[in-house]
């Protein structure tokens, strides 16, 4: 789904090209026209969200932090790279109303992105309680009895199966999704994962 977006990107060029045996479409055309899907395709591989080029960041987050803390990294690194293109368009254009207007955009779609990262953290614990499937990669998470359920979940990664085991304590081994749909159940409503034992 993200890569479709660049990709429209890439055939385009290939149309106008094939437009130049037509008599409307000359070269001068065919030039604006390259240089503005380039100069749109480069920008929206920008690694900022919600630009795919910031979508596709998170999706590589996500590969190496719990689900939570990719989350939240690839939201700060959306930041920072926003403030670098904001002062190197200062510096190139400053009057470029247009970049501005786009700039603030961004950055309101980061701030409220942040706002909701416990909504999107709620959604993704219930899509993996109700998840069928097993996944391939599993997470073996050694974790304090004192630990709180919710801070355990925080380190819950994408796609992953999670095998849990309270350190000091010999035969504490739980089923990640089997916790989580307790959790919700209302099966395990206890503050630290011993008390689910």
Known sequence: MLIAGPLQNVWLPLLSYALLNFSFWGMNEHNLFLMQNN???????????????????HVLMEMVYPYKLAYRRA????????????????????FAIN???????????????????????????????????????????SVPGEMLLTEVFAMYYKNAD????????????LDGIGLVRDYFKGNCEAATIRECL
Not at 83 to 89: E, P, R
């Open 39 to 57: 100069a749109l395709l480069l920008f929206n591989l920008l690694p900022i969200w919600p630009l795919d080029g910031g979508r596709l960041t």
């Open 75 to 94: 939201l700060c690194f959306s930041a920072v790279a926003l403030g670098v293109f904001g002062v190197i368009s200062l510096l190139l254009y400053p």
């Open 99 to 141: 970049s501005w207007i786009i700039f603030s955009f961004i950055l309101v779609a980061i701030y409220k992105e942040w706002r909701v990262i416990p909504l999107r953290f709620i959604r993704f614990l219930l899509a993996l309680s109700s998840s069928k499937q097993r996944f391939v990669r599993l997470k073996k998470l």
């Open 162 to 173: 999670h095998h849990l085991r309270i350190i000091g304590e010999p035969k504490s081994e």
